[in-house]
């Protein structure tokens, strides 16, 4: 199992910018995907970001593709998100995940660890 913790949340102004952090222990997970969903109220869990650990390879989600970038850290085994250019409707609580195939990187039920989340409000 591994275990993730999210760091980073806030309060930003439209056009503004924030990075999330996901630090990462465990299992040996040189081998996992890691992702970054998010989550409204009142509205299903969305796919934002992944990164392969391995080699680097990243997809994004058309929504945030242009503005927001992931990224990781081995040495400090951290996954990053840098988010530019928020909007009010980037508004949600972020999760950090660890797992699936690369085929499979969209999809939330391939996920087998997740963080608790953090809070992300675009806002003037």
């Known amino acids: 199992q591994v275990q993730l913790v999210e760091s980073g949340g806030g309060l930003v102004q439209p056009g503004g910018s924030l990075r999330l952090s996901c630090a990462a222990s465990g299992r040996t997970f040189s081998r996992y995907v890691m992702g970054w969903f998010r989550q409204a109220p009142g509205k299903e869990r969305e796919f934002v970001a992944a990164i392969n650990w391995s080699d680097g390879s990243t997809y994004y989600a058309d929504s945030v593709k242009g503005r927001f970038t992931i990224s990781r850290d081995n040495a400090k085994n951290t996954v990053y998100l840098q988010m530019n250019s928020l909007k009010p409707e980037d508004t949600a609580v972020y999760y950090c995940?660890?797992?699936?195939?690369?085929?499979?990187?969209?999809?939330?039920?391939?996920?087998?660890?997740w963080g608790q989340g953090t809070q992300v409000t675009v806002s003037s």
């Open positions: 995940a660890a797992g699936p195939p690369w085929s499979t990187v969209s999809r939330a039920n391939s996920y087998g660890s």
